[in-house]
């Protein structure tokens, strides 16, 4: 049997990190290093100071507070963990294609590449490398090509292990994870990294599949979670028209067993890092086979995604008399679902976008979500200048302050404690007719039409 007694894992983010953090806590004789080459990152990692971990995840603070400095080490010594370990995990960012061939869909192996490059000149004894990165299927092969041809006669066995964590629930999840997905060649490497899930995860829900089968089931996975979100998001809009209300509808269908009643919550759009690129990326590897209907069934997941962020913008205009040049906007929430500070394609940033576009002035509260990290979105789109952008997008610390004077506020993310803000105080700072656009659903139109406030949902 393969005794792991050390691991690396490349890359420290959204992955990398929670990942790591809950395999050396539960492993305690195997060492599990970390490793970046993002210094600040790998520095805050490292902060005796926990809430300033770079990544808020729910619980997680304490699981680096046990583990680390006992067997789990932060580091940017990229090179001597490689070095030193058994096994490597490859857990670096594949975000879409922004050049060249596949620009805008498919995925962009560069830095996978240079990590198998770097283990491959590295490498002194054999090791598990392990993709722990979502990447399109058969990448193995083109790791095998460039790890087996080393010339220095190490040992590389590749095993596939995508990662079903979402953020905001990324510790419970790893905790007790629905499955952990095996794909590989060699069954003693498969057994290792079996050995190591093992000693938390009930073995019924270890599974091992080829490499190809791991790669793809991944992708896949992705495709059908946001293709539920786009299907209940289309039907919002039908309810919208027809006097149904989304919410009971998601309730009547998702009660049949074989519908099922999760990821049924109309909202202004899905976002995070992965739908989208993980889709995208499925659309472009079918088109490389030249299965284009399949390719399109797919793609009708990100247009619907795209349409219902701009409709919840429009609705906006429109319901302010088909204008809010100069009128000020207050967003609650940033992020691109509750409990993460990660922004990355959230609803938030393309609603603010064509709110901008019509001269309407912002002002953003997020209790995660920095000031830096907002305007470095709306800077990321190129959509007007930097200077623009800060004059006219306010963030504030307080979501009174973000409220008051505004003619309208919209909820972009589903944070609890919005439920629990002093609605009646907010309305009369407010200008009148105070409207609030609930993008995700979560406040009590009832008690908000109450106090005076014209309420708009999705779906209803
Ligand atoms: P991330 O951007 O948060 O982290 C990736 C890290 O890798 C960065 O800190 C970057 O500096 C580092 N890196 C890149 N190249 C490197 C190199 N050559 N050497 C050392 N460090 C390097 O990304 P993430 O959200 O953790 O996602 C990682 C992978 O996991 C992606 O393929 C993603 O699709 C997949 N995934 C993400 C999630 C999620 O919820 N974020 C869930 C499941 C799977
Ligand atoms: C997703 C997958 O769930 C996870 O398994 C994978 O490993 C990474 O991608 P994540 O993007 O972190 O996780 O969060 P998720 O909970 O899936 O939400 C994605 C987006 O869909 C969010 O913007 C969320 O608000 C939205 N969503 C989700 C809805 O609008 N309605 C729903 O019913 C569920």
Redesign the pocket.
Known sequence: MRKINKIACIGAG??GGPTMAVIAQRNPNIDVTVVDLNAIRIAAWNDADLTKLPIYEPGLDQIVAEARGRNLFFSTDVESAIDQADMIFISVNTPTKTYGKGKGQAADLKFIELCARQIARVATTDKIVVEKS?LPVRTAEALKSILHNTGNNVKFDILSN?????????VS?LQNPDRVLIGGESQEAIQALVNIYATWVPSERIITTNLWSSELS?LV??AF??Q??SS??AISELCEVTGADVNEVAHAIGMDSRIGS??????????????QK?ILNLVYIAKSYGLQEVADYWEQVIIMNDHQKIRFADNIIKTLYNTVNGKNIAFLGWS???D?N?TR???AIYVADHLLDEQATITVYDPKVTAEQIYADLDYLGTRTSEENRKLVKVVNDPYIACQDAHAIAVL??WDAFKTYNWKLIYENMYKPAFVFDG?NLLDKKQLNEIGFQFYSIGQ
């Open positions: 959204y992955v979502t995508p990662e079903f964590l979402a953020e905001g629930t990324a999840d991944k996975a992705n979670l946001a539920r979100v209940i998001n999760k990821f049924l919550k109309a909202s202004v759009g899905f976002g995070g890092s992965c739908f993980d691109f679902k509750k993460t990660d394609e959230s609803a993310t589903e995700r």
